[in-house]
């Protein structure tokens, strides 16, 4: 059984994975994260020109290197890795939906919204490369992997269909988040922002800026966001390499597309159904995986399957969501690029 789930959770890792490529993907991610630090280090409010701009570039990136893996590499790989990074983006908006909340809760200046947005996707890449090694290594060891992974969705799906059905919530509390009580009993807060700055000096003390606290909650909750997506992508790929080019490249386009869908982020109320009905999809075909390696004649969801599911249930979801919305007032664009 052991060898069995090795071999499923490793096919594509042969013909995919090869050292280079690693090296060459986690250069670009570097590349184009230091890019990003150095756009940003001059405190700007975003136009919607720029936003557009820089979403599109992240989206031909994704698109030219699953182009690039169906040449060198074939078709079912490069369905893998736009099944995963399709999986990816869509649970990356409903991360954008949190982050605009906790943008506003902090009363972040316009001219910082992006900075923070980049300190959060650094986070999330860091943990999404920790939890992509411990969900390979898992896979490769552990017979009942897939099983968990599978389980961990399902909840996962129960408890957005429970939030939904109580409707999203608008409001965060910030004196209640675990982080920025911990940051406040160990350091002073001064009352305003400084700049980019996250620690300043004074009194002849060190102190922490608000950004500083809105940093340390927006990394806080990609913890909970990495423990959602990974074991969702591993439900369509078992190759690590896929699994860390679909995150890293859903994540990178986070901080434009954060500005382009700034106004629309709130109209999309039927978002967190989809969503959970594609992470209890994604987890019963993770289930049916560690069956059909335990009793042969349980059937397994194709990849195919799981990429028309995934299409067919976000279009379904944006269309009812801006049905139910129509009429509702907008921000102006002005607001919308800025905040």
Do not use: C
């Amino acid at each position: 059984m052991s060898s069995t789930v090795s071999v499923l959770a490793s096919s594509s890792i042969q013909s995919v994975g090869t050292p280079w490529l690693w090296a060459g993907t986690i250069i670009v991610v570097l590349a184009l994260l230091v890019l990003d630090f150095a756009l940003t280090r001059k405190p700007h409010a975003v136009s919607m020109r720029e936003a557009l701009g820089w979403t599109a570039f992240y989206i031909a990136l994704p698109i030219a290197f699953g182009v690039f893996l169906w040449i060198n590499n074939g078709g079912t790989p490069a369905m893998e890795y736009f099944t995963g990074y399709l999986l990816e983006k869509s649970l990356s908006v409903d991360n954008l939906f949190v982050f605009m909340l906790l943008l506003s809760a902090f009363a972040v200046p316009a001219v910082l919204a992006q900075r923070v947005l980049l300190f959060g996707i650094a986070g999330a890449l860091v943990l999404r490369g920790i939890f992509i090694a411990l969900g390979a290594a898992a896979l490769a060891t552990l017979d009942w992997a897939f099983l968990l992974f599978g389980l961990i969705l399902l909840v996962t799906a129960v408890k957005l269909l429970a939030d939904a059905a109580g409707g999203h919530e608008q409001e965060v509390d910030i004196s209640s988040m675990r982080s920025v009580r911990v940051l406040r009993r160990f350091f002073p807060v001064t009352d305003d922002y400084r700049g980019t700055k996250m620690v300043v000096r004074e009194a002849g003390k060190r102190a922490l800026t608000p950004l500083a606290l809105v940093v340390a909650a927006v990394m806080a909750t990609d913890v909970v966001f990495a423990v959602d997506s990974v074991p969702a992508v591993y439900g369509v790929t078992g190759d690590p390499f896929l699994v860390f080019a679909t995150n890293a490249f859903a994540l990178l386009g986070l901080r434009a597309l954060y500005f382009v869908l700034h106004a629309a982020l709130s109209r999309l109320v039927h978002l967190a159904y989809g969503l959970a009905v594609i992470l209890a999809f994604i987890g019963v075909k993770l289930v049916l995986h560690w069956a059909h390696g335990v009793w042969s004649g349980v059937p397994t969801i194709p990849t195919a399957a799981s990429l028309v599911v995934i299409v067919v249930v976000l279009a379904t979801v944006t269309l009812t969501s801006l049905r139910a919305t129509r009429g509702q007032q907008q921000p102006d664009e002005t607001e919308s690029a800025a905040t």
